[in-house]
């Protein structure tokens, strides 16, 4: 049974950065498709990165040049560098994880619904 933890949130200002970390409760880089997401209040949950089983990766145009998602296999953990943060990505950030079916390749999972472990969020406040 996979569990995802995630840490890092805060508050910071415009322009300012933070990481955020996910810590995965076993291996899974190699078999799952693993991503973080972000839900503003009143908003629908949002893909922000997402990386696939061979470490490509895959950005919303909204973080695109400005967050980056990388793994450390040795420790389980998935991690969103966020650099020039702005007021508009103040939001609970999530990472989930979902085993993708026989062929099916993790650029098909880039909608929330299609996940199906998910951490419990941490926030993020940039003022």
């Known amino acids: 049974h996979v569990q995802l933890v995630e840490s890092g949130g805060g508050s910071v200002q415009a322009g300012g950065s933070m990481t955020l970390s996910c810590q995965a409760s076993g291996y899974i880089f190699s078999t799952y498709c693993l991503g973080w997401f972000r839900q503003a209040p009143g908003k629908e949950r949002e893909a922000v990165a997402v990386v696939a089983r061979d470490g490509s990766t895959t950005y919303s145009d909204s973080v695109k040049g400005r967050f980056t998602i990388s793994q450390d296999n040795a420790k389980n953990t998935l991690y969103l560098q966020m650099d020039s943060l702005k007021p508009e990505d103040t939001a609970m950030y999530y990472c989930?994880?979902?085993?993708?079916?026989?062929?099916?390749?993790?650029?098909?999972?880039?909608?929330?619904?299609?996940?199906?472990?998910w951490g419990q969020g941490t926030q993020v406040t940039v003022s």
């Open positions: 989930g994880a979902v085993l993708p079916r026989p062929g099916i390749p993790c650029d098909y999972y880039t909608d929330y619904r299609r996940y199906n472990i």
